[in-house]
């Protein structure tokens, strides 16, 4: 089982992730939690470059990092960990490039699936859950944490507007996605992704 979560900054990735990770495992099934950029380490050397603010970096630039970083990625944990019978948790995956780079930067979209599609030889998850906050709301968590912002992060409300709807955008092409309220409690969230994790596991 592959399952990426996906949303803008401040959604409530980790802890959706955390409590996924958490329920499956106490039902004894093998779980790798990973993310992206990152995932491997060469991915997560791509990840402080990518995430750098002190660098100024193309919208091109960026799509190419990610998908360096997801070649090993795939390669070297999601793969083996599937092939094993792991269930595989992924913070952020392809779609985080066609909202992010795409809808976000502006960078053709056809374009990048395909860039997407060699980095990942076409494996994609069997379930997409997108997490989905006002800008706002997202502004406010990111503050609270009280850290300094990466370059993504700092970008402006407009970007993150244009981010957002493109997941929402993308929710609307394939079956796979599932929009989450990420407004509500983290135990409502965690229940509805349970949910629709009992379906595919039926």
Request: charged share 25%; net charge negative; glycine share 8%.
């Amino acid at each position: 089982m592959f399952i990426t979560v996906e949303g803008i900054e401040g959604c409530g990735k980790s802890t959706l992730l955390a409590g996924l990770s958490e329920r499956l495992r106490d039902e004894g099934r093998e779980i790798i939690v990973t993310r992206e950029p990152g995932g491997s380490p060469a991915g997560d050397a791509v990840r402080a470059i990518f995430l750098d603010p002190a660098l100024v970096v193309a919208p091109l630039t960026e799509a190419f990092l990610i998908n360096a970083s997801r070649v090993q990625h795939v390669l070297e944990t999601i793969e083996p960990a599937l092939r094993r019978g792991a269930a595989v948790l992924c913070d952020r995956y392809v779609d985080s490039t066609l909202a992010y780079q795409g809808y976000g930067r502006g960078i053709d979209l056809a374009l990048l699936r395909s860039v997407c599609d060699a980095a990942t030889g076409g494996l994609m998850p069997e379930a997409t859950f997108i997490l989905d906050v006002p800008v706002a709301i997202s502004r406010e968590r990111v503050a609270s944490r009280r850290a300094a912002l990466d370059r993504v992060e700092a970008e402006d409300d407009a970007f993150h507007e244009r981010v957002r709807r493109g997941y929402l955008d993308l929710a609307r092409t394939a079956p796979r996605y599932h929009v989450i309220d990420a407004t509500k409690s983290a135990r409502d969230v965690l229940a509805d992704a349970l949910g629709v994790i009992a379906g595919i596991a039926a």
